[in-house]
């Protein structure tokens, strides 16, 4: 397998392991709209390359291992709960599923 996947192959990866993602997936516009959320609220410590963060990869393989047995409601909970860490809470509901639209890109 190719040690540097795509985000298409990593999205094949985290539905065949199981990672549920809602009803409707997601848009492009939601993906779109969640690198911007990104860029200004994650990437400072996740990285633009989602990589950053060794014990918060949100890329490659390290991601779908670690959350290819969880839900995206699982994911988004947390995310909601801890994320940014210096204001957790701070974004609006369809901010954090625009980030999570834009990871599993």
């Known amino acids: 397998m190719n ?3 795509t985000a298409r192959q990593i ?5 065949a392991a199981g990672f549920a993602l809602p009803a409707a997936a997601f848009t492009t ?3 779109t709209a969640g690198r911007a959320t ?9 990285g633009p390359t989602l990589r950053q963060l ?3 990869i949100l ?3 390290e991601f779908v291992s670690r959350w290819g047995e969880r839900t995206t409601a699982e ?3 947390l995310a909601g709960a801890t994320m940014p860490p210096d204001r957790p809470g701070a974004l609006s509901q369809p901010e954090y599923l625009g980030v999570l639209a834009y990871i599993l890109q």
Do not use: K, M, R, T
């Open 3 to 5: 040690p540097n996947p």
């Open 59 to 61: 890329a490659g393989p």
């Open 29 to 31: 516009d939601q993906a």
């Open 11 to 15: 999205l094949v990866i985290a539905l």
């Open 38 to 46: 990104f860029e200004q609220n994650c990437a400072v410590c996740h």
């Open 54 to 56: 060794p014990s918060a």
């Open 75 to 77: 994911w988004l909970a």
